[in-house]
């Protein structure tokens, strides 16, 4: 799957968009970024850039970013990675942003489809019965 979220910020958020730009640029250009992560059960390292397609600041008043990452059966990055690593904004993010999943794209065949799209080919349009005869 490709999902694209949106990461919306308050008007007054006290954070350099400029810094955060280039933060992304940098992440993006990086071949691979290993992370620690832990769970209930381990710590295991993990490459976090291989799931991220794309970063970009879409306004900056207010703040809002959008990243594009990818999902399969390895996982795919965690929201708070990305506000650490692509955004380069450590535990120092006050107030938090608003996280919003704007889509969702599947992989049908190689072709990546809104799954809306599936859904409205598969099923046949309602047609009203209509209260008189033709």
Same mark, same amino acid.
């Given at each position: 799957?490709?999902?694209?979220?949106?990461?919306?910020?308050?008007?007054?958020?006290?954070?350099?968009?400029?810094?955060?730009?280039?933060?992304?640029?940098?992440?993006?250009?990086?071949?691979?970024?290993?992370?620690?992560?832990?769970?209930?059960?381990?710590?295991?390292?993990?490459?976090?850039? #291989?799931?991220?397609?794309?970063?970009? =600041?879409?306004?900056?008043?207010? $703040?809002?970013?959008?990243?594009? +990452? @990818?999902? *399969?059966?390895?996982?795919?990055?965690?929201?708070?990675?990305?506000?650490?690593?692509?955004?380069?904004?450590?535990? #120092?993010?006050?107030?938090?942003?608003? =996280?919003?999943?704007?889509?969702? $794209?599947?992989?049908?065949?190689? +072709? @990546?489809? *809104?799954?809306?799209?599936?859904?409205?080919?598969?099923?046949?349009?309602?047609?009203?019965?209509?209260?008189?005869?033709?």
């Amino acid at each position: 799957m490709i999902l694209r979220y949106e990461y919306a910020w308050a008007h007054r958020a006290d954070i350099d968009a400029e810094q955060m730009k280039a933060c992304m640029t940098s992440f993006l250009a990086l071949p691979m970024l290993m992370v620690e992560r832990e769970n209930s059960k381990s710590r295991a390292p993990k490459d976090i850039r #291989k799931y991220v397609l794309t970063a970009q =600041i879409s306004t900056r008043t207010p $703040l809002r970013a959008h990243v594009g +990452v @990818f999902f *399969d059966q390895s996982g795919t990055i965690r929201m708070n990675e990305v506000i650490t690593y692509i955004f380069g904004l450590g535990g #120092k993010v006050a107030p938090m942003p608003v =996280i919003t999943r704007q889509s969702v $794209l599947l992989n049908m065949s190689d +072709v @990546f489809v *809104d799954p809306m799209d599936i859904v409205a080919h598969a099923v046949p349009p309602h047609r009203p019965k209509s209260n008189h005869h033709d």
